[in-house]
């Protein structure tokens, strides 16, 4: 069965912290990616990387960076919190070789920043 | 650039009956769409996907979904929903030439008994 595992389904953070969510595939895929999730604005692409060391911005990067520095693992990292960050983060995976590849999730992690 | 326009925001309906949940989308170039389901506290899970051919698409759970070019629409329908299917809904596209998903806001359909 395939899997995409987030290293939390609840994190409570403090204003001005830095925040790591992990995520890890087991598929061999080549292709992960970081989504945020609000209520009625659906989910929206921070940042994905499609290789080793690779990534690109997506629709609202700012105030986020990524790593990724092994294949079956991806990284988000805010680098000091903010209370506009709170918010359902949800981490995706998908094979290489198509665009229109499934996306396979994660359960997400719940952020709230105080 | 792709934009998706979920037109309903939450769907009640009775169990039994049939459901049409609505996904327009603006595009400039050819593209790929998809619906997702999300069920309480999970992650999203493909439902089906429209890339060539036949507009009528057939996915899991007896869902179903319709291209209409002029129209752009790909709207979902079930003709009987089970309290099971009780989740939210996101409707995506993505260009042919593309690297991104864009997804819509999401219909939260809610199956009463």
């Known amino acids: 069965d395939v899997k995409v595992t987030q290293s939390s389904r609840y994190l409570v953070k403090r204003t001005g912290e830095k925040v790591f969510l992990e995520c890890v595939q087991d598929?061999?895929?080549?292709?992960m990616f970081w989504y945020r999730q609000d209520p009625g604005l659906g989910l929206r692409l921070i940042y994905f990387?499609?290789?080793?060391?690779?990534?690109e911005k997506g629709d609202i990067p700012e105030g986020y960076s990524v790593s990724r520095e092994k294949k079956e693992r991806f990284s988000l990292i805010l680098e000091s919190a903010s209370t506009n960050q709170t918010s359902m983060y949800l981490c995706?995976?998908?094979?290489?070789?198509?665009?229109?590849?499934?996306?396979?999730f994660g359960p997400g992690t719940r952020l709230t920043v105080l | 650039a792709q934009s998706v326009t979920q037109l309903d925001s939450q769907v009640p309906v009775f169990e039994e009956a049939p459901v049409e949940l609505r996904c327009n989308y603006s595009?400039?170039?050819?593209?790929?769409l998809f619906w997702y389901v999300q069920y309480p506290n999970q992650g999203l899970q493909l439902l089906l996907k429209?890339?060539?051919?036949?507009?009528l698409v057939k996915g899991i759970n007896g869902f179903e979904a319709e291209f209409n070019k002029s129209q752009t629409s790909f709207h979902l329908r079930k003709p009987s929903v089970h309290i099971s299917d009780t989740a939210e809904y996101f409707c995506?596209?993505?260009?042919?030439?593309?690297?991104?998903?864009?997804f819509g806001g999401g219909t939260r359909l809610m199956v009463k008994p």
């Open positions: 995706a995976s998908s094979g290489a070789g198509a665009t229109y590849n499934e996306q396979f």
């Open positions: 598929m061999d895929h080549e292709n």
């Open positions: 990387s499609y290789d080793v060391k690779m990534k």
């Open positions: 595009s400039s170039v050819s593209v790929y």
């Open positions: 429209y890339l060539s051919g036949s507009t």
């Open positions: 995506a596209v993505i260009g042919r030439a593309g690297n991104m998903l864009t």
